[in-house]
């Protein structure tokens, strides 16, 4: 087949070279949308007089027409049509002759790819920030049904502090909610419309581009015609947002493999999300937590290749732009397949909270609270510390724990010491005595849960 600009060609490209440059097998997935920017544009060109009512017709049918074949799957792609805009206007002008030939007056690709990209991706936002949601609200439901269970709170994975469980869910939740902003914002990048800038300079039809970007559903039209082609800010955003979002689901799910270990037997992974060992009967493999992990190196790679791409470009559209495509659905479908799993691994998974339990029982975990002691009692707070570090220096020779020393041990320290000490050290106690705003208290906690519910809503109203 002839290309589009063959008028001005002797020869046409060979077979290798129109293969290297077709963007077909990607930005096919955008059929629907190259179908939508083109309706809108036929009927505009309608209405401003530059086409007639009755090859704007014939065009709309012929599109449609094409998109019900495209999803039933009797569209046969030819790979000698290097994009899904060459495809679809090659065949509705085999399908209407003429009229669709006048399709792309006053239209040119560099346009309209970036149209129908950005419609494209809003669409993937949107279903991401409805999968984000998803995962959320597991986490949540986790969260509410283990209410009080205590676990150990680490710093540098060591033995910290005592902390809920819920507390410790929640702080995912917190981090999935700015990933849901990210994602938001990504949308609000994408929602503009280039249509109308035409190749570069904008057109001398007299196109209504407040027509296409109503009947499109953008929120406005981009004021500035170089800009409109050769902006990829929005798919920056959004496999930024994508690469934030896949590093907070690595970090819990490298808890949930450690979780998941003999040494911690915090969790018990459901089947459906374990996997076994070919060689090695016994074993029971955290597989898909592994692969969630792994998968931000990926995502990270799109972005970076990308912000690569675009580096020193100069304006206005470049080949190079069609580059963007590939990574950025890459980038989303492998963050939603991420938000899917995960939100199925910690609904199906186990508690253990004995073992949590046990393990918050071990460290010297009372530490802070029994040196707050002293400082309440009037000792400046870093002869405290140094004081209760004596007194871990006794347990740790002992071998024992902090409860396990008697009355006389702690008042050998200091004499500031009474029976009332043995309050600090229950695991209990010191969980509920951390009431601040965002602290870990059964009350303070609760209380978290209802802002993490409310946003959860709010947001919910947003995808809505
Ligand atoms: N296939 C191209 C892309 O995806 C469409 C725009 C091509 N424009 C051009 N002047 N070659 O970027």
């Known amino acids: 087949?002839?290309?589009?600009?063959?008028?001005?060609?002797?020869?046409?490209?060979?077979?290798?070279?129109?293969?290297?440059?077709?963007?077909?097998?990607?930005?096919?997935?955008?059929?629907?949308?190259?179908?939508?920017?083109?309706?809108a544009h036929a009927r505009m060109l309608a209405k401003q007089g530059i086409i007639s009512a009755g090859d704007a017709?014939?065009?709309?049918?012929?599109?449609?027409?094409?998109?019900k074949d495209i999803e039933a799957g009797d569209f046969i792609f030819d790979i000698n049509d290097e994009d899904i805009h060459m495809a679809i206007e090659g065949e509705l002008t085999r399908r209407i002759g003429d009229a669709g030939a006048r399709l792309h007056t006053g239209r040119s690709?560099?346009?309209?790819?970036?149209?129908d990209t950005r419609l494209y991706m809003k669409g993937r936002a949107r279903s991401l920030m409805q999968a984000n949601i998803s995962l959320r609200e597991a986490l949540v439901d986790q969260a509410n049904r283990n209410m009080d269970v205590i676990m150990p709170g680490y710093t540098h994975l060591q033995h910290a502090q005592p902390v809920l469980f819920s507390h410790h869910m929640l702080a995912y939740v917190w981090m999935l909610t700015r990933d849901f902003d990210r994602l938001k914002a990504a949308y609000i990048a994408a929602d503009a419309n280039p249509l109308g800038a035409a190749a570069l300079a904008g057109t001398t039809y007299p196109l209504d581009r407040e027509f296409t970007t109503e009947q499109l559903g953008f929120d406005h039209a981009i004021p500035n015609s170089l800009d409109a082609v050769s902006d990829r800010d929005y798919l920056l955003d959004l496999m930024y947002a994508c690469s934030v979002s896949c590093i907070h689901l690595s970090r819990l799910c490298e808890e949930i493999i450690l979780w998941s270990s003999a040494e911690f037997g915090f969790i018990t992974l459901s089947d459906s999300y374990s996997t076994g060992s070919s060689?090695?009967?016994?074993?029971?493999?955290?597989?898909?937590?592994?692969l969630i992990r792994s998968k931000s190196g990926r995502v990270i790679g799109d972005l970076v290749a990308l912000l690569v791409t675009l580096k020193s470009l100069?304006?206005?559209?470049?080949?190079?732009l069609q580059e963007d495509k590939q990574g950025a659905m890459d980038a989303?479908?492998?963050?939603?397949?991420?938000?899917?799993?995960?939100?199925?691994?910690?609904?199906?998974?186990?508690?253990?909270p004995d073992a949590m339990l046990a393990e918050a029982s071990k460290g010297y975990l009372a530490a802070t609270d029994v040196a707050d002691y002293l400082a309440k009692k009037g000792m400046?707070?870093?002869?405290?510390?140094?004081?209760?570090?004596?007194?871990?220096?006794?347990?740790?020779?002992?071998?024992c724990g902090l409860e396990d020393l008697a009355l006389e041990d702690f008042q050998a320290e200091s004499d500031l010491f009474e029976e009332d000490i043995v309050g600090?050290?229950?695991?209990?106690?010191i969980v509920d005595a951390r009431r601040t705003f965002g602290g870990t208290s059964p009350n303070a906690v609760k209380d978290q849960m209802s802002l993490a519910t409310e946003k959860l809503d709010q947001d919910r109203g947003i995808c809505a």
């Open 1 to 39: 087949m002839a290309a589009l600009w063959s008028g001005r060609f002797e020869e046409g490209v060979d077979e290798f070279t129109q293969r290297f440059g077709a963007s077909l097998p990607v930005d096919k997935a955008m059929y629907s949308e190259d179908i939508d920017g083109s309706i």
């Open 57 to 67: 017709q014939a065009i709309v049918d012929g599109l449609e027409s094409i998109r």
């Open 109 to 115: 690709r560099n346009d309209q790819v970036s149209t």
């Open 279 to 290: 060689i090695m009967p016994q074993k029971k493999n955290p597989d898909f937590a592994e």
């Open 314 to 320: 100069p304006l206005a559209y470049n080949k190079d």
């Open 332 to 352: 989303a479908d492998t963050l939603e397949d991420c938000y899917v799993c995960a939100a199925g691994m910690i609904s199906t998974m186990q508690l253990n």
């Open 380 to 399: 400046p707070f870093r002869r405290a510390h140094e004081v209760v570090g004596h007194l871990v220096l006794l347990c740790d020779k002992r071998q």
């Open 424 to 429: 600090c050290l229950d695991l209990e106690a």
